[in-house]
């Protein structure tokens, strides 16, 4: 199993990012796929999912500005994020529950003030 995010970088508060988790090694169409996220100082923690049918789940802290999205065809787990805070700076994972936890390696996203 591999879980390759990209698209994190540095942003000004209100600003939009866009993440991709590109996935291999399981049957992506089938699973439900996950962002979590750790900020420097905090635990780690869930910011959204979405199962094989397209419904998704969202922290309350990311309710109504982040988007969770994914393209069965592509492989591939979308994270949107608009309106962004410096409290969402966080390293961004995307994460697969199978008998194991798969996480990948993570994107750095930082939002300054």
């Known amino acids: 199993v591999q879980l390759q995010a990209s698209g994190g970088g540095l942003v000004q508060a209100g600003g939009s990012l866009g993440l991709s988790c590109k996935c291999s090694g399981f049957n992506f169409s089938i699973n439900t796929v996950d962002w979590y996220r750790r900020g420097p100082g905090k635990e780690r923690e869930l910011v959204a999912s979405i199962t094989s049918g397209g419904t998704a789940n969202y922290a309350d802290s990311v309710q109504g500005r982040f988007t969770i999205s994914r393209d069965n065809a592509k492989r591939t787990l979308y994270l949107q994020m608009n309106s962004l805070k410096p409290e969402d700076t966080a390293l961004y994972y995307c994460?697969?529950?199978?008998?194991?936890?798969?996480w990948g390696r993570g994107t750095q996203v930082t939002v300054s003030s």
């Open positions: 994460h697969l529950a199978l008998r194991l936890d798969y």
